[in-house]
């Protein structure tokens, strides 16, 4: 299983680099097409921002896995290590909870945001406001419950938890 | 009673370890079902937050100080910088400041600077021996110029919502930025003075260093001027001039240290971390922002504290702590859209001028985006610097101090923001 | 009783948000405060296409802004965005009492949960802003950048009229002025004075471009739980202070203009032989509005014969 989730890991890392290599083409065209050929291709900002999008939410998943979120870390060197252990595996069930409220949500916004378009992107099934911006989100939220509950079963199992990349 | 929970779970979740965004997320969600909001609003405001063309400047600064870092540009421009003020008591803090006021000056984002110039910075000032927490504090202290020193996107909010000239506004920052520079250098000069900071000194350089130091940093050295020229020329937006510089940086990169593949890709790899981790908490905060909005929490504490004015001086004391108070827990822009109406009734009632309003009011609230709990500019450093919130804080403590000076001096002195609108832009009347 | 959560995104001072939360007090007032409305202004609630898809999952019950906004829901209402397509205000006017146009209102209502209450907030007509001249003829803008929202309908105008549309948000678009990103603007007439962009571009064209009016938007649903008398009364109080805005925005007029003439910004009219060569040069676009999807086939010589 942990193999598993480590390759979707690496995978959506990589997907993750290639938008953000999508952002720099994208600008770089605008710029080009605007200022050597005076003929400015207009799709190139919704491109970048789409990218942007996607990038930041299936990233988030990732930063859960490796634990880089930022937050506080005042109860690190304050409680004995059995209560923090039980501290961090309801802060995860915390977090499973909340995002599985999320993915509901995204699932009633379906029926609306499947008929809107986004800026000047081409119609079409796979270019409408869910699939562009409500479905990196309950993607993400998805990732990160798998991550969650894996480290609620590394913790439960008493092991570190793992931290590849 | 709501309220009360709102805080008590918002500080509850922080405190036990939950990271800030997910601490967002579930206290905004608890709070929609006891107060009885529409519930659909969590996943509609969060999923669009981050909806916005300019946060794109982030992954691109972030992956330009990542690529300057990975491809041994950075080395050379603090190789310049040493030869030139490492004999002076501070040297480095001083270069640190000094950057982010020539990074201020193309740049409307405190994000940015922290973010880009911050990791080039940070990177540097540790390899030359300084701490990391002086490091990242005098970084996060800098970065809050980006939006004082124009251009400035908040500015440019600000004068949407009051209705005021931009160009005044713009004009009116430069002083008080500058001002803000200054006051950071003097912090660090005490703190090094009195031994609280160990800032590593070199004897000064001959002139053959620094005329090789010059040649080596050159290319690097021409990227604000390709950049500033790029914008003033109108050859693209600020936006787009993230882009640039890290293309820009690929090109001499490449040129001098080669094409090394495998530092490109893990510079921007660690882009994606950094910027996601961000970008995310941007996005949440928008559900956290509507509910404060449809509260009117801050206007209702504005409101009650209309009462208590008596004279202009009391009236700007209060605003400043008002502001001080909301941009602690606000993001900027989502704070001046809610305070800004308010302000401008108190000001008019005072006969407080708006341009000065205006850049007291930014002034004040980017010390917010260095402190917790909602602090952009603190967490970017933080991810950046890979250091823990309470020590940062901690070193920040006497920068906090400064800064909140310079804010009380920008209100109460308006000339120094007025000087150079009056005299290279007058009004009419 | 009912509370209604309404929201708006232009800045306190500006007209329509004054003549908002003068729709709130009517509706409170004349319901004897059997129905609420509580105004938030300055893009509080978000976005305007957030505000308007947060209506259509009922998750907030109004919103007024721009007409044009409801092409977020239903792509056809940017038809009244396509440059120089009604002759004048008049025409502009038969249009907006069409069949045409309460087809698309229904259609809103139908899919959308998303009701007009009032079409009648009248905005000034959209103005040119350019920086040497005033224009004269579509020749004096051939090639020139303007400076476009990010949406399909304005920058396939604007490219029918022979600019190079750059598409650049709101927010920057200041900036982008000055520095010579974009080399002219278009602004409803009304907000030449707020937007600041006369301080860039001095010389102001009467064009009348378009006829922008601002609408009272509110969820189908949330409408349909008042009694009759009540929804009488909230439709007219939305009409009502649709009057008011136009007074307000009338009232503000001359003295912006006078304020701006003394900082050295030029207005000038443009007449009718020029606007007629411009909606000549929309006319020959309009095979490629329709296959691009912006224009229903058929709609634009139906929109012609209402002159
Ligand atoms: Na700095
Ligand atoms: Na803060």
């Known amino acids: 299983m942990t193999t598993l989730l480590s390759g979707l890991h690496r995978l959506t890392l990589w997907f993750c680099a290639a938008l953000a290599v999508a952002i720099i083409g994208a600008l770089s065209v605008q710029i080009v097409s605007r200022y050597v050929f005076n003929a400015p291709v207009h799709m190139t900002d919704d491109i970048a921002e789409i990218s942007l999008i996607w990038m930041t939410f299936l990233g988030a998943a990732l930063v859960y896995r490796e634990g880089g979120h930022i937050g506080l870390d005042l109860l690190d060197t304050l409680t004995r290590p059995a209560l923090r252990r039980w501290l961090r595996i309801v802060l995860h069930l915390l977090v499973v909870a909340v995002l599985a409220y999320v993915i509901t949500q995204v699932r009633q916004l379906y029926p609306l945001m499947s008929r809107l378009e986004f800026g000047t992107v081409p119609k079409g099934p796979l270019t409408s406001k869910f699939v562009l911006i409500l479905l990196p989100f309950g993607i993400g939220a998805g990732m990160t419950i798998l991550f969650a509950l894996e480290a609620v079963w590394t913790e439960l199992r008493g092991a570190p938890a793992e931290a590849d990349t | 009673m709501t309220t009360a929970i709102f805080l008590a779970l918002f500080f509850g979740l922080l405190i036990l370890g939950l990271p800030v965004a997910y601490t967002m997320l579930v206290t905004s969600a608890v709070y929609i079902l006891l107060a009885g909001l529409p519930e659909i609003q969590l996943t509609l405001r969060a999923s669009g937050g981050i909806e916005s063309f300019s946060l794109l400047a982030i992954p691109m600064f972030l992956l330009a100080g990542n690529l300057m870092n990975g491809m041994g540009v950075t080395e050379r421009i603090f190789a310049f910088a040493g030869v030139l003020v490492r004999h002076i008591t501070g040297g480095l803090g001083h270069v640190n400041v000094v950057a982010s006021i020539l990074f201020a000056g193309m740049s409307g984002s405190a994000v940015a600077d922290a973010g880009g110039l911050g990791s080039v910075e940070i990177r540097a000032m540790e390899q030359a021996g300084y701490s990391r927490r002086f490091s990242a504090a005098v970084t996060a202290a800098s970065a809050t110029m980006g939006p004082i020193i124009p251009p400035s996107i908040t500015l440019v909010v600000y004068g949407f919502l009051a209705e005021e000239s931009v160009g005044r506004l713009f004009l009116g920052g430069a002083l008080p930025g500058l001002l803000s520079g200054f006051a950071l250098m003097v912090i660090i000069y005490l703190l090094v003075v009195t031994g609280r900071e160990t800032a590593p000194r070199l004897p000064r350089a001959s002139f053959a260093e620094v005329v090789t130091a010059f040649w080596r940093a050159l290319p690097a050295l021409m990227a604000p001027v390709i950049l500033l020229g790029g914008i003033l020329a109108g050859v693209f937006t600020p936006t787009e001039a993230s882009v640039v510089v890290v293309l820009y940086i690929l090109v001499i990169g490449s040129i001098s240290m080669g094409f090394d593949r495998r530092q490109i890709a893990e510079a921007l790899l660690g882009t994606v971390r950094t910027s996601a981790a961000t970008l995310f908490i941007i996005a949440v905060s928008a559900v956290f922002g509507w509910i404060i909005s449809i509260q009117r929490l801050p206007l209702e504490m504005v409101g009650l504290m209309q009462d208590l004015f008596v004279s202009k001086a009391a009236a700007i004391a209060l605003i400043i702590v008002i502001l001080l108070i909301v941009g602690m827990f606000m993001e900027v822009l989502a704070a001046l859209v809610l305070l800004v109406p308010t302000l401008l009734a108190i000001a008019s009632s005072f006969d407080i001028d708006t341009v000065h309003l205006g850049v007291t009011v930014v002034v004040t609230m980017m010390i917010g985006t260095i402190t917790p709990p909602v602090g952009l500019v603190l967490y970017t450093v933080m991810t950046v610097a890979d250091i823990r919130m309470g020590e940062l804080t901690r070193s920040l403590a006497p920068f906090y101090l400064a800064m909140i000076a310079v804010a009380l001096l920008v209100a109460f002195v308006p000339q120094i923001t007025l000087f150079l609108p009056d005299l290279l832009m007058p009004t009419a009347q | ?307």
């Open chain 3, 1 to 307: 009783d009912v509370k209604w959560t309404f929201g708006g995104i232009n800045p306190p001072g500006a007209p329509v948000t004054q003549a908002s939360k003068r729709f709130a007090e009517l509706v409170t007032e004349r319901t004897e405060g059997r129905v609420q409305v509580d105004f938030y202004e300055g893009s509080q609630l978000g976005s305007g296409p957030a505000q308007i898809e947060a209506m259509a999952v009922g998750a907030q019950e109004g919103y007024i802004s721009s007409g044009s906004n409801a092409s977020n829901l239903v792509t056809e209402f940017g038809v009244v965005d396509i440059p120089f397509v009604f002759e004048d205000q008049d025409h502009f006017l038969a249009f907006m009492e069409s069949d045409l146009a309460a087809g698309l209102q229904q259609r809103l209502r139908d899919e959308f949960n998303v009701r007009i209450l009032a079409t009648n907030w009248f905005r000034l007509p959209r103005v040119f802003l350019t920086k040497e001249s005033c224009v004269e003829s579509p020749e004096d803008i051939a090639g020139k950048r303007a400076r476009s929202p990010n949406l399909p309908m304005f920058v396939a105008g604007w490219e029918a009229i022979g600019t190079v549309p750059v598409t650049i948000a709101y927010g920057e678009t200041y900036m982008a002025l000055s520095q010579g990103v974009a080399d002219m603007a278009e602004s409803a007439g009304e907000q030449v004075f707020s937007s600041k962009f006369y301080e860039v571009l001095p010389y102001v064209t009467d064009a009348q471009m378009m006829y922008p009016q601002n609408s009272v938007y509110v969820a189908e649903s949330a409408f349909q739980q008042l009694s009759d008398e009540d929804k009488a009364i909230v439709t007219q109080a939305a009409e009502d202070a649709g009057d008011y805005f136009v007074s307000l925005v009338e009232e503000q007029t001359a003295p912006n203009r006078a304020t701006m003439e003394a900082e050295g910004v030029t207005f000038c009219e443009m007449s009718a032989e020029t606007r007629a060569a411009f909606a000549a040069k929309v006319a020959d676009s309009v095979p490629a509005f329709e296959e691009e999807g912006l224009l229903p086939e058929g709609w634009w010589d139906q929109i012609q014969a209402m002159k």
